[in-house]
């Protein structure tokens, strides 16, 4: 027999999940404002640490920090 609280654990577990996901994706838009406003450097930084492998835009926007870091 399930816990009665197995199902909605389970739930939150995805939600939050989902919502780590989220705010990753916000840190990666955070980023390219910052590259926009003139500072690619402090872009690849704020980007360093994002766990967005799978995150289907993360490659090509890393790409394009570090063509816009170059001089």
Not at 11 to 28: F, K, M, N
Request: aromatic letters at 10%; a negative charge; zero cysteines.
């Amino acid at each position: 027999m399930q816990h009665r609280y197995g199902a909605a654990s389970a739930e939150l577990d995805r939600t939050l999940t989902l919502r780590g996901a989220y705010v990753l994706v916000v840190e990666l838009n955070r980023a390219v404002a910052i590259a926009q406003a003139g500072d690619p450097a402090a872009a690849l930084r704020a980007v360093d640490h994002l766990d967005l492998d799978g995150y289907l835009y993360f490659y090509p926007t890393l790409g394009e920090l570090f063509t816009a870091s170059r001089p």
